[in-house]
């Protein structure tokens, strides 16, 4: 994973409030849910909300598409676990141990 890419992730990540988005996204599992929701779960005014939205989504860690009316976000699965595998993967100076092998998530395609 790019270094510029793992720094522009953990910025994202480093805001309370879209903190709170990711894990909600990622609860949603990747169906994801529509922008309006997750304001409304987190009570977010929609104008705080699309500033957190964009600023998760240049850090590639959110993914929109939209359906009729509505556009739904749903957290970028391979982005997440490309985040974890970096930061763990000299875990344990190379020997075998739990934070080598993450629990399987709904967002794995394999």
């Known amino acids: 994973m790019d270094s510029n890419l793992v720094v522009r992730a953990l910025s994202a990540l480093a805001h309370e409030s879209r903190l709170?988005?990711?894990?909600t996204l990622v609860v949603a599992g990747p169906?994801?849910?529509p922008a309006g929701e997750i304001g409304?779960?987190?009570d977010l005014a929609p104008s705080r909300l699309s500033f957190?939205?964009?600023?998760?989504?240049h850090a590639d860690l959110v993914k929109a598409?939209?359906?009729?009316?509505f556009?739904?976000?749903s957290a970028n699965f391979d982005a997440m676990n490309g985040l974890v595998g970096?930061?763990?993967?000299?875990?344990?100076?190379?020997?075998?141990?739990?934070?080598?092998?993450?629990?399987?998530?709904c967002g794995d395609e394999s």
Do not use: V
């Open 20 to 23: 709170a988005i990711f894990r």
């Open 31 to 33: 169906d994801g849910m």
């Open 40 to 42: 409304q779960q987190l």
């Open 52 to 57: 957190h939205l964009k600023d998760l989504s």
């Open 65 to 69: 598409r939209q359906e009729g009316r």
């Open 71 to 73: 556009i739904y976000y």
């Open 86 to 105: 970096f930061l763990t993967e000299n875990c344990c100076a190379g020997a075998t141990c739990a934070a080598s092998s993450p629990p399987a998530c």
